[in-house]
């Protein structure tokens, strides 16, 4: 799959550079309703955090022996001073440990992937040579952004790391996402109305699934 390469300001790039050869086996599998829920539904589940479990009455390590006598003493009828009314006694309700982790096979989870890449080669997927600006500006890369026609929220991967200038020059920007390669995720990637890729992007993706 053949794709035009563009600069980041929208300008094209002549020659065989102003091309690159997308693996049909990253960017070109038919994306399936059901595989992406399962990827999804895993990664938001991993994302939950639980709250920290308490001692009930049952986990109190106190004598359950009567401590006060059934009539007579002037007082309620205690069993035990595991009750939950009493200063060190268990919690009565209280927060139980859930697990959020469920596994889900790397398979899968690879196979996810790659149909979120290839969904969004339908006009959605933008590549760039470099993440380079002339003027790392916020303002400027606004004018960038309006000039390619990108709009919505927008995903950008870079490779090893995201250029510095870039990184903090869209970081005031609304709807603009940034982030290396080894970052990439389907809930981000399908969460975001386009997607640019730099050609280091690129080639660690399909680096990640070649082995």
Do not use: C
């Amino acid at each position: 799959m053949k794709v035009k390469v563009q600069k980041i300001d929208g300008a094209a790039i002549a020659g065989d550079a102003g091309d690159i050869e997308l693996n049909e086996a990253v960017f070109g599998v038919e994306p399936r309703a059901d595989i992406l829920h399962r990827v999804v539904t895993w990664q938001l589940e991993n994302r939950r955090g639980t709250a920290r479990p308490t001692r009930e009455r049952a986990d109190v390590a106190r004598t359950g022996k009567k401590f006060g006598r059934q009539k007579g003493g002037g007082t309620a009828r205690h069993g035990n001073r595991r009750a939950p009314i009493f200063i060190g006694g268990g919690k009565a309700h209280g927060a139980r440990l859930r697990d959020f982790e469920p596994s889900l096979n790397k398979k899968i989870r690879a196979l996810g992937l790659k149909m979120a890449l290839s969904s969004k080669t339908n006009g959605s997927l933008f590549i760039v040579d470099t993440l380079e600006l002339a003027d790392a500006k916020t303002k400027a890369l606004k004018a960038v952004f309006d000039n390619n026609g990108w709009s919505g929220k927008i995903l950008v991967i870079d490779g090893d790391a995201v250029n510095d200038g870039f990184r903090m020059a869209s970081s005031n920007l609304i709807g603009i996402d940034v982030m290396p390669a080894a970052g990439a995720n389907v809930y981000d990637i399908l969460n975001h109305d386009t997607l640019v890729l730099t050609k280091d992007a690129v080639a660690k993706l399909e680096a990640r699934f070649n082995g």
